[in-house]
């Protein structure tokens, strides 16, 4: 996998966009490519030349790929360019006077081994190094941010309360269920498979768990898990998921809506049939996105860095090897392959 320096420049596997996509995105959605680049900075620019070590397969990527028809709060990818997102990586070199060549950073890179980035605002260097540097695309990164402001601000949560989260097992989830926990509420997850429900219960400590896919009623097994109700949803699926916890909310419960991933691929979406609950239980339901919430950051960092060397935040992720696997990856996200943050190894320092 290591690009081959010749004269300052060096191979470079990429992953092209290669159109607007509708429905599940599929293996041929993402070309692999090569080219070279060069590893200079030219005269008086403020670029950097990374070398990107971990890529992140994040759900939201799947609405870059739709046509851009309604506005969102993040563009479409360009048919025919480098697929980007979030990813550690180390400058190469640097016009730039707040970045030097040896540093590690993380923030928006490319897919692809080597990237020029032309102006480095969204990039963040990376302070701690004893953790994982994988970890800055997960628990210290974007999902890491997500679950602490999603639970912490926008659920309210109160010690002894009873706390529900979808997906619970994967990169937000996880780390959802272990603030409830540190903060002495009652919790429950679901997700996809057995070795999931395991790691819920065994790993990170939830007080019980269930396999959404075998319960042929989720309004029953949310009945059967909260007999007197939920009083905060940590919403991550959508769907027929969310009616079934309307049911089973209580009076005055808050519902976070981080993400809604059962409806990503669809051509139609489903509707939701039990939003009268809103109203007759009282309840608040409030959407929110990690990036208006950066603020948040430094904070959350130093926080979430103790909880990592004390032991009290664990952290699973799912690491494929090599750029060519990123595709597949991400594809993944949306058949429940992951088990865990999912991640690509594309370079060891
Ligand atoms: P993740 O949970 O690590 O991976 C996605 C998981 O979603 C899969 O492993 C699968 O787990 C589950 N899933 C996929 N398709 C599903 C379906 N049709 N029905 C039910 N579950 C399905 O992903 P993540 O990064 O932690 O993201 C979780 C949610 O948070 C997503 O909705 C994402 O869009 C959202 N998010 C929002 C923000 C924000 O700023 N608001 C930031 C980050 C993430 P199972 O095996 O359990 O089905």
Same mark, same amino acid.
């Given at each position: ?73 993040? %563009? +479409? $990818?360009?048919?025919? !360019? ?7 990586? *180390? ?6 006077? @707040? ?108 007080? %019980? +768990? $269930?396999?959404?896919? !075998? ?7 949310? *009945? ?6 939920? @009083? ?118």
């Amino acid at each position: 996998m290591a690009a081959s320096l010749t004269e300052s420049r060096a191979s470079n596997k990429q992953i092209i966009f290669k159109n607007y996509v509708t429905g599940y995105p599929k293996q041929e959605d993402m070309i692999l490519t090569s080219s070279s680049i060069s590893l200079q900075i030219p005269d008086g620019s403020t670029s950097l030349i990374l070398k990107n070590l971990f890529l992140s397969c994040d759900p939201y990527m799947r609405g870059k790929m739709s046509e851009p028809i309604i506005k969102s709060y993040t %563009d +479409a $990818f360009t048919p025919g !360019e480098v697929i980007y997102g979030f990813g550690v990586a *180390k400058v190469v070199a640097s016009g730039h006077a @707040d970045f030097k060549a040896g540093d590690l950073v993380w923030g928006i890179t490319g897919w692809e081994e080597y990237s020029l980035i032309p102006e480095p605002k969204g990039l963040l260097k990376i302070k701690y190094t004893d953790i994982p540097l994988s970890y800055y695309t997960g628990i210290l990164g974007m999902p890491g941010l997500t679950a602490y402001v999603g639970f912490h601000e926008i659920c309210s949560p109160k010690k002894g309360e009873t706390v529900y989260v979808s997906a619970a097992s994967g990169a937000v989830g996880q780390l959802v269920g272990q603030f409830a926990k540190l903060m002495g509420c009652y919790v429950v997850g679901s997700a996809g498979s057995k070795e999931k429900v395991d790691l819920l219960k065994n790993k990170f400590g939830f007080d %019980d +768990a $269930f396999n959404y896919k !075998e319960e042929p009623d989720l309004t029953a097994a949310l *009945k059967r898990c909260f007999p007197n109700g939920i @009083d905060i949803y940590f919403e991550n699926v959508g769907g027929k998921m969310l009616d079934a916890v309307l049911l089973n909310m209580r009076n005055h419960g808050r519902i976070a809506v981080c993400g809604l991933i059962s409806q990503y691929n669809l051509t139609q979406r489903e509707g939701n049939h039990n939003l009268f609950c809103i109203v007759t239980k009282r309840i608040k339901m409030q959407g929110f996105i990690e990036p208006d919430h950066k603020h948040l950051y430094p904070q959350f960092l130093e926080l979430a860095i103790r909880y990592i060397r004390e032991g009290k935040l664990v952290y699973v992720e799912d690491i494929a090897e090599g750029i060519e696997k990123a595709p597949a990856a991400l594809i993944g996200l949306y058949e429940g392959r992951n088990v865990g943050k999912q991640v690509v190894l594309v370079a060891k320092e």
